[in-house]
């Protein structure tokens, strides 16, 4: 909507008196953004006089920001605009409904519908009936011939109701996705200093004059200008291109520009442009992302592919993520392959349109073939011109018969059902914290097979706190009162801890009364300052004392480093550094360590050994993080702050910490439905690998005797490395198979790991990988893993940005939850498909042979579409939606080269179609005798619908109806009904469906080929119908082993051909298992007697009872609980004789495992 002329003049002329109000205009500010380093500095000093002028003439405060007035806020975005960019106008409905339209089969079925309607009008002067061959001969027939057109008009009339559906459907999954992103733009928030207190605004809420505090991991929302900085560094190649980081400082590159990310350090930043006055939002401006005309819209999308656009996607744009904005945001990132689902139903779509497309050619030839050879060869008629419209008017007939045959055979409903499917699965899973960003990693997550997960808030609370402490010589095992530590030591501890964290990084009173104190900022840091609150001292006093100002150099933490320091003037002149980082790299810096009195010793690398096997190892065992504090003193000459390894060495040790992050409660019973859902869980950590394996065994991820790998990153490398450093996937892929934690590791190992592990085909299958990560530099290995989750909480913008998943809640058992989500749309597709390929077949052969041998196809070309209607539309939305249930994570994953169509559906599919076909033949080539009514086989053109075709239409609706139910289970289960009442919408589908195809038949009439019926040949054609489900138990009582013939379909990408017997073991087929469990039963019980009787026979030849039983038990545990019955079987037949097991266990004492950094 746009405004009056007058009003949109009055309203610039009060922004420009406004600008007046401001010591620079919008204009000012938008000319010095576009300068860079030297040119920029020189800028802001000649014509600003520096950058507090600059803060002086915004009216804000460097250090108390804006005050939060709203009259001021509502001001600033009057003359310098909001932060947000206008979005793309969505497309209307009538746009929806023309896409629709240009669907080819569509357009094929209007034009002969057109011509259809067209020669129905037409009446041939002279035209004799016998002369043209039969088409209408009784006073009724004559009658009937007159509304002829009505066959062409419903045909059109289904295309309309087709497409309205169809465009329906893409408006409601726009609207769908626009409300996603508006939901992934009000969880961005950035940190903004307003009347002195740091807050978290809505990026959409920030103003030219803000003050912005920024830190590693940002994606800056507006431009601006450096206020103060440590160690700050950008990365800029989203505009610029150019990959290498640029440092910022106030002396040489003040700019900071939105959609760039912070890569290292922290600082402040007044913002000085927002919105479409920002550098990106000129760029988009350009690219035309915010004009209202769509005329050049094709121009618009080649430019956006050369890439500059496509990399500031970020910024706070409110683009409905249509298909064309998915594309830039894809583009952003290195394309990832195909979905899994995407791939395999892409080749099945190809097969079976391919296979319509042929049966419908041959549906035409032969029923123009019979036509002409009938008239011209066998009764000898001659072409006259006269009969010509007639003549092309069966010809048109045997086009739209053949056109309708392809538009059955084509599954054109998958796409259909595969957005129903992800949309509602996409809306649910935002109720389990998993906010999706792209739509194909629901489905994906489905089929994983590993997950390598972080630690830190993740498996664990992210509540960091100090419960063990080494100071002084004395190993405090609880957090000991202040007045044991000499003044000096205490005076260091709470300096150190206090000016070199963050200071974003802040303990907060708790929300309710009783509560924990919060934790603001990094954990980790609140952590240690919650150590100073329990040793009664205060930490903001120390930094109010020394403000962020004063700070002279910060060496802020990155993965390289694994320390943080900052550097501060002493009041008696030289400098004072202190220092803090993981206790085993930072010890190797210090040569020197406080005694109990304070006083400084010496400290060589045997005292250093001595403390990580007496300290750090023991804290580390019982899952504590080690966290070591130290000092330097730098009282000559100033040092070259840039030489950090002279810098960061000879540190003086003040005291190693421990601090705790307790196992979240419910990640070990997550980790279990994991193993049982054949997922494997890998940890990925930074911490030491004492800490790392001691949290993975609290979580189930190892547990005891288990012959899995711990790793250090450095070990790691060795073993995958050659002598040139390059990574090697056939060493790889003799350690990932094994190794569960990977600790002490860099972002560069987790992305060598996951994509090791994507790209490996050692194993039977593919393996499908998803990664959660949360920091910056996580974001190359979220980019290459097939999904990748990031933090919500924790997550840097970078790390959301890299990611397909948002978990809101950081936590563990979300990634479970979409695990199931995933599984239930595979399976969803795998219920549609069941059903759709059954109608099919039976609706292509039934058309190709009723055309072949009667002339005429049983099932009319309205009819036809009414039946697609069923199984695309409705079908896709009743089987699309079926709520997951935890029965989903008791099988493995399907994987990448598990076929979409298994043996167990074919049977299913051939079965039904078998059971179809011979009801639908009987009752066309003997249903007029059956039933004692008229025949409907060879009827003239344009003649009126018999009971006969009614009651075969009637039939095979009702039969698909019932298969409908059946569909509902793909692996072989025997209850079709089993929690059916909790999807309300395959009920109110089904019952819907029915009710409509009682209307058609009663009062369809002409249009739809129909005549009613009696009640007796409705019961018979209920009763057929209700027969698919008797039918449905025959076919899957029938063990799917014993139909070695049938093939599977829509395979994933080739590999080596698997082989049969690892087919057959991943096939779930439950009446197999239950033939089986009689068998297993009996195995069991036979292999329990031998047990037992082994057992006394050893304990009457003098063998202690106690040792047997634990050795029984032991043995009994492995080898009687087994992950499945086929496997059990398999293992109790052939494992060894279970008395010489427990001869040789009693014998000889149990031997540790070898390996050398396997599990305790």
């Not at 009055?10 to 040119?39: I, Y």
């Not at 997960?453 to 706190?465: C, F, I, P, V, Y």
């Not at 980790?524 to 040793?535: A, H, Q, S």
Request: charged residues 25%.
């Amino acid at each position: 909507m746009t405004n009056p002329p007058g009003q949109s003049v009055s309203a610039n002329t009060v922004a420009e008196s406004h600008e007046g109000e401001f010591g620079c205009t919008l204009m000012d500010l938008r000319k010095l953004m576009e300068l860079r380093g030297a040119d920029a500095v020189a800028q802001i000093s000649a014509h600003y006089g520096g950058v507090q002028e600059i803060c002086t003439r915004l009216k804000t405060s460097p250090i108390e920001g804006l005050s939060g007035n709203p009259a001021d806020l509502e001001k600033r975005r009057l003359v310098f605009g909001k932060n947000v960019i206008p979005p793309k106008r969505p497309k209307t409905f009538l746009e929806l409904v023309w896409e629709a339209l240009q669907d080819v089969t569509l357009i094929i079925l209007e034009i002969a519908a057109i011509i259809s309607l067209v020669l129905s009008f037409y009446r041939p002067p002279g035209g004799d009936n016998e002369i043209c061959g039969h088409i209408a001969s009784s006073p009724e027939e004559e009658e009937e011939g007159e509304t002829g057109w009505i066959e062409g008009a419903a045909i059109l009339a289904s295309v309309i109701i087709v497409v309205l559906v169809t465009a329906f459907n893409d408006w409601s999954k726009e609207k769908q996705f626009r409300g996603l992103q508006s939901r992934i733009e009000l969880e961005q928030k950035f940190s903004i200093i307003r009347n002195g207190q740091l807050i978290q605004l809505p990026v959409a809420e920030i103003v030219v004059g803000d003050i912005a505090q920024i830190k590693y991991g940002d994606l800056l929302p507006a431009d601006g200008i450096l206020i103060q900085g440590n160690d700050l560094k950008i990365d800029e190649s989203s505009l610029t291109g150019e990959s290498d980081h640029v440092k910022k400082t106030l002396d040489k590159d003040p700019m900071l520009l939105s959609g760039t990310h912070v890569m290292e350090g922290s600082g402040r930043m007044v913002v000085t442009a927002v919105g479409v006055n920002s550098q990106t939002g000129i760029i988009f401006t350009l690219l035309g992302a915010s004009e209202e005309e769509d005329d050049d819209d094709k121009k618009k999308k080649a430019k956006t592919q050369d890439g500059v656009a496509l990399e500031i996607q970020p910024l706070n744009s409110q683009e409905g993520l249509d298909s064309e904005d998915k594309e830039k945001k894809i583009a952003r990132i290195p394309k990832k392959e195909k979905s899994v689902l995407q791939g395999k139903l892409t080749r099945l779509a190809v097969q079976i349109g391919k296979a319509g497309l042929i049966m419908s050619v041959l549906t035409v030839v032969i029923l123009i073939l019979y036509f002409v050879v009938d008239n011209f060869v066998i009764q000898r008629r001659e072409w006259l011109p006269e009969c010509t419209p007639v003549y092309i008017q069966y010809f048109v007939k045997f086009f739209i018969i053949g056109v309708t045959v392809l538009v059955v055979a084509v599954p054109e409903g998958l796409p259909l059902a595969v957005t129903i499917s992800l949309a509602y699965s996409v809306k649910k899973m935002m109720k389990d914290n998993n906010l999706v960003r792209h739509l194909d990693a629901c489905e994906t997550m489905g089929n994983a097979t590993a997950i390598c997960s972080d630690k830190t808030g993740t498996l664990t609370m992210n509540r960091m706190t100090v419960v063990q402490a080494y100071i002084g010589g004395t190993h405090y095992r609880q957090i000991p009162q202040p007045d044991v530590f000499p003044p000096k030591v205490l005076e260091l501890i709470v300096n150190g801890i206090s000016i070199n964290c963050a200071y974003t990084s802040k303990i907060q009173p708790p929300e309710k009364e009783g509560g924990l104190p919060r934790q603001v900022g990094n954990k980790t840091e609140c952590g240690l300052l919650g150590f100073v609150t329990d040793l009664k001292q205060d930490y903001q006093a120390v930094r109010n004392e020394v403000p962020e100002e004063k700070l002279f150099k910060v060496y802020t933490f990155n993965s390289v480093r694994k320390s943080m320091s900052t550097v501060i003037r002493k009041p008696e002149g030289g400098f004072r550094m202190f220092s803090k980082g993981a206790s085993e790299i930072m010890l190797r810096r210090c040569d020197r360590i406080l005694n109990k009195e304070g006083e400084i010793k010496s400290f060589r690398s045997k005292d250093r050994d001595n403390m990580v096997r007496n300290v750090i190892e023991p804290m580390a065992s019982e899952g504590l993080r080690t966290i070591c504090l130290a000092y330097r003193d730098f009282d000559g000459t100033e040092p070259s702050w840039d030489i950090e390894g002279e810098i960061l060495t000879s540190l003086i040790c003040i005291a190693v910490v421990g601090i705790e992050d307790p196992v979240r409660p419910e990640v070990p019973d997550a980790i279990a439905k994991c193993k049982r859902a054949g997922i494997t869980v890998r940890m990925v950590t930074g911490d030491n690998v004492n800490t790392a394996r001691a949290i993975a065994t609290k979580c189930g991820i190892l547990t005891p005797k288990d012959d899995f790998l711990c790793l250090e990153g450095k070990e790691f490398n060795s073993l995958i490395r050659n002598e040139k450093g390059e990574v090697e996937q056939e060493k790889l892929d003799k350690i990932w198979p094994k190794l569960r934690v990977l600790a002490r590791s860099s972002p560069t190992d987790k992305h060598t790991l996951v994509k090791g592990i994507i790209d490996s085909t050692a194993g039977e299958q593919r393996q499908v990988v998803a990664v959660t990560g949360d920091g910056t530099n996580d974001g190359p290995a979220l980019k290459k893993a097939d999904v990748g989750f990031a933090m919500g909480i924790a997550g840097t913008d970078v790390a959301k940005e890299a990611s397909d998943i948002i978990l809101t809640d950081d936590n563990f058992t979300s990634i479970v939850k979409a695990v199931m989500w995933g599984r239930n749309v595979y399976d969803s597709i795998s219920k549609f498909l069941q059903f759709q390929l059954t109608v099919n077949v039976v609706a292509v052969i039934v058309a190709f042979t009723g055309a072949c041998i009667t002339q005429d196809s049983p099932l009319k070309a309205v009819q036809m579409l009414w039946v697609n209607l069923i199984m695309d539309t409705f079908a896709s939305l009743a089987l699309a939606t079926e709520p997951p249930t935890e029965s989903l994570l008791r099988r493995r994953p399907y994987g990448r080269n598990k076929p979409l169509i298994s043996r167990t559906m074919m049977k299913n599919i051939l079965g039904h179609a078998v059971y179809q076909l011979l009801i639908v033949f009987l009752l066309v080539f003997a249903g007029d005798t059956l039933f004692d009514i008229d025949s409907g086989r060879k009827a003239p053109l344009n003649s009126p619908p018999s009971q006969h075709y009614t009651i075969v239409f009637n039939t095979f609706v009702l039969m698909q109806l019932f298969n409908e139910i059946n569909a509902r289970k793909i692996h072989g289960e025997k209850n079709v009904f089993a929690g059916v009442y909790r999807n309300i919408i395959f009920c109110t589908v089904v019952l819907g469906t029915f009710f409509c195809q009682i209307m058609i038949v009663e009062l369809g009439g002409k249009p739809f080929s129909c005549t009613s019926l009696t009640m007796e040949q409705w019961m018979w054609c209920l009763f057929i119908g209700i027969g698919e489900l008797l039918w449905g138990q025959v076919i899957s009582a029938i063990p799917t082993k014993s139909l070695k013939f049938l093939k599977e379909a829509g395979h994933g990408s080739d590999k080596e051909d698997i082989s049969r017997d690892t087919e057959g073991m991943d096939e779930i087929d439950l009446a197999e298992m239950e033939l089986r469990r009689g068998q297993i039963l009996w195995v069991r019980g036979l292999n329990r007697i031998q047990t037992q009787i082994d057992v006394i026979n050893k304990f009457q030849t003098e063998a202690p009872l106690k040792r047997v039983r634990e050795n029984m038990t032991q043995h009994l545990d492995v080898k009687l609980v087994p992950s499945s019955y086929s496997a059990a079987v398999a293992s109790l037949r052939t494992c060894p004789s279970i008395s010489s097991a427990i001869s040789s266990a009693v014998t000889s004492p149990p031997v540790g495992n070898q390996s050398r950094q396997t599990v305790p």
